[in-house]
């Protein structure tokens, strides 16, 4: 008998201080990574899928980013202007 299932993991990346796009307030802003594993005999094995998420500590807003953009932010400490 095999039990596998999943299990999610939440992490804060970095925190920093930026203007909210929705209460137009300068507050901390969380970088969170969303993990899930692939678990094995109750037993995490394997990452299945990986999500990153900007959240504004002030209104409890939350956006989903892309891979590169989470990366850029983590490496740089803000959020490149869009063009």
């Not at 993991?9 to 930026?18: A, C, F, V």
């Not at 137009?24 to 998420?53: C, D, G, N």
């Not at 500590?57 to 892309?66: F, I, P, R, S, T």
């Not at 590169?68 to 740089?76: E, T």
Request: charged share 20%.
């Amino acid at each position: 008998m095999i039990i596998l299932g999943s299990k999610g993991y939440l992490r804060i990346l970095r925190t920093l201080t930026m203007v909210c796009w929705s209460c137009r307030q300068a507050a901390p802003h969380r970088l969170i990574e969303h993990l899930t594993k692939l678990t094995l005999f109750f037993i995490p094995t394997v990452p299945v899928s990986r999500r990153y998420r900007l959240e504004c500590v002030g209104c409890g807003v939350a956006q989903d980013l892309e891979k590169p953009v989470a990366r850029q932010i983590l490496h740089d400490g803000r959020v490149a202007p869009a063009s």
